[in-house]
């Protein structure tokens, strides 16, 4: 027997309505913080960044593919990981249906890692991916885009995440941190074939970037729980009866679930 609140059609409706309300307001709200995100001032970016892509070696340029706009997902996926972050993986299993319609729109969305770009190539072989994704090593790229951390700065409180600084030694965070019941084969840093201070050196983000008059500005970067609104699976899961309903790590690489 359900412990959960049970009413009539019309008492359901009600209090849909009122919540109705409440949405409409979230989204005026949502609608207004979009209109301040584009009304952010631009940084010049002049460093000539490389970086090595299907087509070769490029520049930050070149991964416009002729577009204005460039949308930058900063993918969890460092030179000793065996395989990508499967929540970084979660999150770019939707970039294959709407990034052919950003392309459309003058938009351009590449994923970005410092893995070389034959582990992102095989990686991205093994998903069915198709989206760009350009490797960044050798590059000071995440590095400025505060999404990759050396071992002496985490060691020494270096580490500069989500606009604040992390204290030496970080422990994992409540993205990462696995689930008690989890064995070590699940825990997500053994996911990535990592341990968790070398899983932690790499973190998740968006950087936004514009082109115009020949010229190359950054606009906006987000990261930890600002990447939210692009997990299309949490947002089914806020829509679900259940919600999302977690208490750890519970999502996998989409090939592993039968395994799991």
Request: hydrophobic share 35%; proline share 4%.
């Amino acid at each position: 027997m359900t412990t959960h609140p049970i009413a009539s059609r019309d008492e359901w409706l009600a209090r849909r309505l009122e919540l109705m309300e409440a949405e409409k307001a979230l989204t005026r709200q949502s609608d207004a913080l979009a209109e301040r995100r584009q009304a952010l001032p631009w940084v010049r970016i002049d460093k000539d960044y490389r970086f090595e892509t299907d087509a070769g070696e490029a520049s930050l340029a070149d991964l416009f593919q002729g577009r204005s706009q460039l949308l930058v997902y900063h993918f969890m996926f460092g030179p000793d990981y065996k395989a990508g972050c499967p929540s970084c993986s979660a999150i770019a299993d939707g970039f294959d249906g709407f990034a052919v319609h950003l392309a459309n729109h003058d938009v351009l969305l590449t994923a970005v890692s410092r893995a070389p770009l034959a582990k992102l190539q095989g990686f991205r072989q093994r998903m069915g991916w198709s989206f760009p994704w350009a490797s960044s090593f050798g590059s000071d790229f995440n590095a400025d885009f505060n999404v990759s951390f050396t071992e002496a700065e985490q060691r020494n409180g270096g580490v500069e995440y989500n606009y604040r600084r992390e204290a030496a030694k970080t422990a994992p965070s409540e993205v990462t941190e696995p689930r008690k019941e989890d064995g070590p084969a699940n825990t997500i840093e053994a996911i990535t074939g990592t341990d968790m201070a070398t899983f932690l050196r790499e973190r998740p983000g968006m950087s936004a970037f514009v082109r115009e008059d020949g010229v190359i500005y950054h606009t906006y970067s987000t990261y930890s729980r600002g990447l939210d609104g692009l997990w299309g699976m949490y947002q089914w899961l806020d829509r679900a009866p259940r919600g999302r309903n977690e208490s750890g790590i519970w999502w996998r690489h989409h090939d592993d679930y039968a395994a799991a």
